[in-house]
C-alpha cells in the first residue's frame, strides 16, 4: 500500500476511488438534511471520472500533499484543490499513462 509521506511536489498519483471518510461524510451530511450533501465526494467522483491521474502541487505544514485540478460541472469548468490524506485511495503513477 502506498504512503502519503513518499509523495512529493511533482509526484503524479491515479485516483481510484472516493476516500471512506469522505463517503462517511456525505452519509451524515444526507441523514442531517444538509444541502449539498457530499460536496467532497462529489468532486472526487468527478475527478476520477475526467482525469484521475493528477499531480502533487504542494505540501502542507502536517505533511499533507495536496493538487489542483479542474473539472467540468454542468457545463462549467471548476477549479479544485484537495489534500490526500489517506493511503488507500490512490496509486503512485510514474508518468502520464503510466501505472
Known sequence: ???????????????????AADIAQRKREIAQAIPNPGWTAMV????????????INSIDEYGNPWFFCEI????NREGHAIAIMDEDSWV????????
Open 44 to 55: 472526487i467522483e468527478c475527478i476520477i471520472q475526467q482525469q484521475p491521474v493528477v499531480q
Open 92 to 99: 503512485p503513477v510514474d508518468r502520464v499513462g503510466e501505472d
Open 1 to 19: 500500500m502506498p504512503s502519503i509521506k513518499q509523495l512529493k511536489v511533482g509526484s503524479l498519483i491515479r485516483l481510484l476511488k472516493v476516500p
Open 72 to 75: 467540468v460541472i454542468n457545463a
